[in-house]
């Protein structure tokens, strides 16, 4: 396959940015989208320039780390997948594909197609945890009886890897899906509950403090989400926020 | 005070791993005013209200369709609905809530403008949402320049103008409806108008559940439809008024 990329080269944080073209000729349609990447880089590399940097570790669509706003998606075409699931086969030979960073405010870029998602980190840190007593004699998490489906839709929340694809393609930047998703995996669950109305309050504060947009339900994270978080963890976050924020002394 | 030290998250000194402080920890008032949710309850809350206002004000309407003979009877309900005190307060309330249902959401725009500086060049947003609900700000809009132009035309001139009046004595309001719907432009463009009001209750109805925290695989898919249907009948009730007036007075 032969491509042309258009691909936002930005040196660093406080640099303009801008988008450089490049063409690629000996792409397969087996590779993955980060393979094909990696074609490029070498090519860069052997010209003397400057490769593109881009997130990616597990390249097996569970860590999270690969992102791209590809052809004006997150993670490009394709349902359900990350960009290292991605592969070749889903674009034509001789297509022109554009490669951006995730656009938001509270992501900033740190070089290239590389953005600072640590503001997802610390809406974790404000509350989506749960406090246990370490002190000896733990208790078996399975000695409480729990509902299968309370189980299965905390764990359908916790299946989200906090890639930030559902703030790249929401129209307003907004971080509730993520939020909601990390809210919704341990208020389900009955070792959740006890500091269930602090967490929601602290973690959507936090959030708003990181500057991200408000959600206006287009429903967008859902669809682009690789992981197929429901907009109903959205709805739980919402509810729990009301009545936290009024009975919450 | 266990916690007076104040960190600047965007500072690229700020270590992730630290404990965060509890200064942020929020009460229970400026969750319910400042926060980004509470912003959206109340956009739901006016909206919901609005499409309540909306019922009420399309039954008074459909009187107008039963042509000549309505005029006695529009022109004593409208005096009706001007005059009588807990009306008079509710329709305060409800330019109230027009009010404050813009003005949350040119602030939660620009709000969600300031999040995103930077635009992407290539967008595909059509392939993961509905045109109308990225576009609510627009639709709003137009809806808003409809109600001013509406209230110039039909509640100014009954409060702050002298009109003829009818056999009971009464202002004889339903000739200024007439009048007004003989023309092309503004029959026009009141149709066009409750096309926008379509567009704008088909995402809105369903949406102000959703932020009040209503989304259950039972109730949500009646929701949609109850939201599709009151979408299309409320706007499309209106609309049929002023052409039907038009046409009879042709």
């Known amino acids: 396959m032969k491509l042309t990329l258009k691909v936002w080269r930005q040196n660093g944080p406080k640099e303009k940015g801008k988008i450089a073209t ?35 570790d597990c390249r097996e669509g569970i860590c999270g780390a690969c992102s791209m706003f590809i052809n004006g998606e997150a993670h490009g075409p394709g349902r359900g997948i990350t960009t290292c699931q991605l592969h070749m086969r889903s674009f034509n ?11 938001a405010a509270a992501f900033p870029i740190i070089k290239d197609l590389v953005v600072n998602r640590s503001a997802f980190d610390r809406i974790i840190q404000s509350g989506g945890f749960i406090s246990v007593n370490t002190s000896g004699n733990t208790l078996d998490a399975n ?18 890897i906090g890639c930030g694809a ?28 006890p500091e269930a109305k602090e967490r929601v309050v ?44 009024t009975t919450k002394s | 005070m266990a916690n007076t030290l104040v960190h600047n998250f965007f500072d690229p000194k700020f270590v992730t791993l630290e404990i965060i402080p509890n200064y942020f920890k929020m009460s229970g008032a400026s969750a319910l005013i400042k926060s980004s949710l509470a912003k959206k309850y109340w956009m739901a809350l006016t909206g919901l209200f609005l499409c309540f206002f909306l019922i009420v004000h399309l039954a008074g309407n459909l009187t107008l369709l039963a042509g000549d003979s309505a005029r006695a009877g529009f022109n004593a309900y409208t005096k009706f609905m001007t005059s009588f005190v807990p009306i008079k307060v509710a329709s305060y309330i409800t330019y109230l809530g027009i009010l404050f249902h813009a003005v949350d959401g040119l602030l939660l725009t620009l709000k969600n403008r300031k999040a995103r500086p930077v635009k992407y060049a290539y967008e595909k947003p059509q392939v993961n949402s509905i045109w109308s609900s990225r576009n609510m700000g627009v639709l709003g809009t137009a809806i808003f ?13 009954y409060k702050f103008t002298t009109l003829p009046t009818d056999v009971d004595g009464n202002f004889d309001m ?29 995402h809105g109805f369903w949406s102000a559940f959703q932020t009040l925290g209503v ?4 109730y949500t898919p009646a929701i949609k439809k109850l939201g599709f249907g009151f979408s299309i009948l409320i706007p499309l009730g209106f609309a049929i008024i002023p052409i039907a007036v038009y046409v009879m007075n042709l």
């Open chain 1, 22 to 56: 490049y063409q690629v000729d000996d792409i397969s349609e087996d590779m993955s989208f980060l393979e094909m990447m990696d074609v490029l880089n070498n090519e860069l590399i052997e010209k003397g320039e400057d490769p593109v940097a881009f997130d990616h």
């Open chain 1, 93 to 103: 030979d001789g297509d022109t594909i554009y490669i951006e960073p995730w656009r």
């Open chain 1, 143 to 160: 000695a409480i009886p729990i509902p299968k489906s309370d189980a299965d839709a905390a764990f359908d929340a916790a299946t989200c």
């Open chain 1, 166 to 193: 559902c703030v790249a393609t929401c129209k307003n930047s907004s971080a509730m899906l993520f939020t909601s998703a990390k809210i919704s995996q341990l208020s389900l669950l009955p070792q959740g509950k």
């Open chain 1, 202 to 245: 602290n973690m959507v504060k936090q959030m708003d403090l990181e500057g991200f947009g408000n959600c206006t339900n287009t429903g967008a994270c859902a669809v682009e989400c690789p992981k197929g978080i429901s907009l109903e963890n959205v709805a739980r976050m919402n509810r729990e926020f009301l009545l936290a924020s």
């Open chain 2, 145 to 157: 320049v409809f109600i001013v132009l509406h209230m110039g035309n039909f509640w100014f001139r």
């Open chain 2, 174 to 202: 339903y000739g200024v409806v007439v009048e007004s719907f003989k023309m092309e432009w503004y029959v026009g463009l009141y149709v066009l108008c409750m096309a926008a009001l379509a567009f704008h209750l088909y």
């Open chain 2, 215 to 218: 989304n259950h695989p039972k």
